[in-house]
Nanobody, 115 residues
C-alpha cells in the first residue's frame, strides 16, 4: 500500500519561511505527478503546486514567486519551499501523488502564519 508522509509544518510569522517534505513508501514506481494541496478552514482543498517526473511544474497564481516545489534525489520525495509567507497561506497542507489512475494523499501538516 502506498503511503505518503509529510513533515515540516508549524507556526511562522508573516514574511517567514518553512520547508515541507513528503516521502512516499510502498511502491518502486515513480509517482507522477507529485504535488501539494492545501485546505483552509471552511474552504475547499486547492492545488498549491505540482511537479512531474520530468521536472515540469505548475503553481497556483496566489503562490507564484513565493513557493517552490522540487523533487528530491530519493525516489518519490517532494519538497515545498515556502517563502514570504502570508496569513492567508494558513492551512493544512497535503502531499499528493498519482500512480496510473490512482491518487494517494498524505495525512496533512498544519501551517499557521501568524504574528
Amino acid at each position: 500500500q502506498v503511503q505518503l508522509v509529510e513533515s515540516g509544518g508549524g507556526l511562522v510569522q508573516p514574511g517567514g519561511s518553512l520547508r515541507l517534505s513528503c516521502t512516499a513508501s510502498g511502491t518502486i514506481v515513480t509517482l507522477n505527478p507529485m504535488g501539494w494541496y492545501r485546505q483552509a478552514p471552511g474552504k475547499q482543498r486547492e492545488l498549491v503546486a505540482e511537479i512531474t517526473s520530468g521536472g515540469n511544474t505548475n503553481y497556483a497564481d496566489s503562490v507564484k514567486g513565493r513557493l517552490e516545489i522540487s523533487r528530491g534525489n530519493v525516489k518519490n520525495t517532494v519538497y515545498l519551499q515556502m517563502n514570504s509567507l502570508k496569513p492567508e497561506d494558513t492551512a493544512v497542507y497535503y502531499c499528493n501523488g498519482k500512480l496510473g489512475l490512482r491518487t494517494y494523499w498524505g495525512q496533512g501538516t498544519q501551517v499557521t502564519v501568524s504574528s
